[in-house]
């Protein structure tokens, strides 16, 4: 993995973390988590792009 997608992964999964104790059901965490992972793998592109 290059520095660019582990900033970027990182900083992801840092939000979601944060967020994460205000969700109490865990299904919620998981589907949340999910579509976090798909929107960023989905973005990832285009910052690369930008970048």
């Excluded at 993995?1 to 973390?17: E, K, N, P, Q, R």
């Excluded at 299904?27 to 285009?46: D, E, F, K």
Aim: overall charge positive; proline content about 4%; some cysteine.
């Amino acid at each position: 993995m290059d520095i660019v997608a582990l900033t970027f992964y990182s900083i992801v999964c840092g939000i979601l973390a944060y967020a994460s104790p205000v969700m109490k059901n865990t299904i919620v965490r998981l589907v949340i988590g999910a579509c976090t992972g798909l929107l960023a793998a989905a973005i990832l592109p285009l910052v690369r792009t930008v970048i």
